[in-house]
């Protein structure tokens, strides 16, 4: 009985959060390497307005679902940016980047980037 009822209630939020109103998607390159960099990039996507971020390490592309009336491409990258990601759009400060824990680290063209001085990385 327990599993029908959580079974249904999982059925009624998927049916309700598939659409939003003005709903948008968008592929964007966005920089990055690994596992960390994937939960860093599609939190840092997922406020308000987003309904949907997923980044896939292989090609560097983000798909990202949005409320166009409540948010914009622009200001989703400007966020992934601040959380120290380039994008097509954004580019991380050089600041925040070296934060970034070493594995992070991606290759920025047409930037140069010191490494983090030890201890000086963020873990996440």
């Known amino acids: 009985m327990r599993t029908t009822i959580n079974l249904l209630a999982a059925l009624m939020l998927t049916a309700c959060g598939n659409s939003i109103d003005n709903e948008r998607t968008a592929s964007v390159r966005v920089?990055?390497?690994c596992g960390m960099c994937k939960a860093t990039i599609e939190e840092a996507a997922l406020q308000e307005g987003v309904a949907m971020?997923?980044?896939d390490k292989k090609t560097r592309v983000a798909l990202i679902t949005f409320d166009s009336t409540r948010t914009t491409v622009d200001a989703v990258?400007?966020?992934i940016a601040a959380a120290g990601y380039d994008s097509e759009k954004a580019l991380a400060s050089d600041t925040v980047y070296a934060d970034l824990p070493h594995c992070c680290h991606y290759e920025r063209t047409g930037k140069?980037?010191?490494p983090p001085k030890p201890g000086s990385g963020s873990t996440h």
């Open 112 to 114: 140069e980037i010191a």
């Open 53 to 55: 971020a997923e980044w």
């Open 31 to 33: 920089n990055g390497n």
């Open 77 to 79: 990258l400007a966020r």
